[in-house]
């Protein structure tokens, strides 16, 4: 093969290659090592939808079998609202025995206080005639000390009648946690129990979660690179990793103290032990949900 054939060779093969070359995408960028931002970005971070506090899980408030459950997935609850009840059979006759307890402590408190007048005015009058010698002292003596024995009984008495006051309170309350009430007002995501189901506190089983009327929150991953970079109050743009065309509007509520690492990713650019800090951001109103996968840039300002 001459020279000049050898040249146009390498030419066509050369405009070939160009030619199966393709632009990178928006996607391909927000799929990419949040370490490399582009010029006008002060950084770059991975993140996902939250809410503030979380999602709640509510477990068994005590063990017992379930009467009833009266929400289900979906549900829109209110503070307060009835979630499901266990069977308060037991909790009642607790009830019903610390009310009896208070009758029967009442009637001796009433026994004890109704010693006190005659032994009372005996007692005066006893003294009164031992002043005037026509008692012994010793009679007055005695007469004092039955006296304070009464006394003593009947505030004896009195303090078994709050005793057992206490213990109602105690059965009341126990039976009132045989009910179990939303915390907060929002929405049952998920449930987990049926009624005639029996549950158990150490089981740790969650029975419902609950998603707080609250709003969304970005947790940010923001690497070392930027920590310094970023303060409360900056404005930050949020893409979802499903639509990489949508760019939400968020702002920086806080940037925390403490590194940690990193969570799991299938990038593998990412370093298995690299340092990030959480970094919160408030979003202006969305349609994203809990957990979504996110990238979000914050420009310079």
């Known amino acids: ?127 009164a005639a031992a002043h005037d010698g026509a008692a012994t002292g010793q009679a007055d003596t005695e007469a004092r000390g039955a006296l304070a024995v009464a006394q003593a009984e009947a505030d004896s008495a009195i303090a ?13 309350y126990e039976r009132e946690q045989m009910t179990l009430r939303a915390p907060v007002t929002g929405s049952v995501v998920a449930r987990d129990v049926q009624a005639g189901e029996r549950v158990t506190v150490a089981s740790g089983k969650d029975l419902f979660r609950l998603l707080p009327d609250r709003p969304l929150l970005i947790h940010a991953e923001l690497g070392e690179a930027f920590v310094n970079a970023v303060r409360p109050g900056m404005h930050a743009q949020v893409i979802p990793d499903a639509d990489s065309r949508t760019v939400l509007e968020a702002r920086v509520l806080r940037v925390g103290q403490v590194f940690g690492v990193a969570r799991r990713s299938d990038d593998p650019q990412q370093s298995p032990d690299a340092r990030v800090v959480d970094c919160v951001l408030a979003l202006d109103g969305s349609s994203l949900r809990i957990g979504q996968q996110v990238l979000v840039r914050i420009p310079r300002q």
């Not at 503070?79 to 607790?94: E, F, W």
């Not at 078994?160 to 009341?172: F, I, S």
């Open 1 to 127: 093969m001459t020279r000049h054939v050898r040249s146009t060779v390498v030419c066509v093969v050369l405009l070939a290659l160009g030619a199966c070359a393709k632009p990178v995408s928006d996607a391909a960028v927000s799929d990419a090592a949040p370490t490399a931002k582009p010029a006008d970005m002060v950084a770059v971070a991975r993140g996902r939808v939250d809410v503030e506090g979380g999602l709640l899980t509510l477990g068994a408030p005590r063990d017992g079998v379930v009467l009833e459950v009266n929400a289900k997935d979906g549900d829109h609850v209110k503070t307060g609202d009835t979630l499901l009840k266990l069977d308060p059979r037991a909790a009642d006759l607790a009830v019903a025995a610390a009310k009896a307890e208070i009758d029967q402590e009442q009637a001796q408190a009433a026994v004890a206080a109704a010693k006190l007048p005659s032994l009372t005015a005996q007692a005066k009058r006893l003294s």
């Open 160 to 172: 078994a009648v709050e005793v057992a006051r206490q213990h109602l309170a105690a059965a009341q």
